[in-house]
């Protein structure tokens, strides 16, 4: 009877202690996701102000009927954000399989 209450609360500090690490380790993960998800977001915005900007250039050169320097220059901002996408997508899918 004497130990019982020390008992009692040496197994509760322990449950609250799994309980403190199962919480931090996915609040851990729940962070982790959050990055991925805000530079997925970066590259997606990039992506689309890429296409953007080639699409107005587009319609230029076609109302205009000839391509300058713009068109040059917005196909190429559209190629690197589209290839920097990829790299961020190949790089998720590699850790993805990677993860045990």
Request: a positive charge; one cysteine or more.
């Amino acid at each position: 009877m004497e130990y019982t209450c020390e008992i009692i609360t040496t197994v509760l500090v322990g449950l609250f202690g799994l309980l403190e690490a199962n919480a931090f380790r996915r609040n851990k993960k729940t962070e982790a996701r959050a990055k991925l998800r805000a530079e997925e977001n970066k590259l997606s915005m990039k992506m689309q102000n890429a296409a953007l900007n080639l699409s107005i250039v587009t319609a230029i050169a076609v109302a205009g009927g000839h391509i300058n320097g713009n068109m040059e220059a917005a196909q190429k901002k559209a190629r690197e954000a589209a290839a920097e996408y990829e790299d961020f997508i190949r790089g998720v899918a590699a850790k993805q399989t990677t993860k045990v």
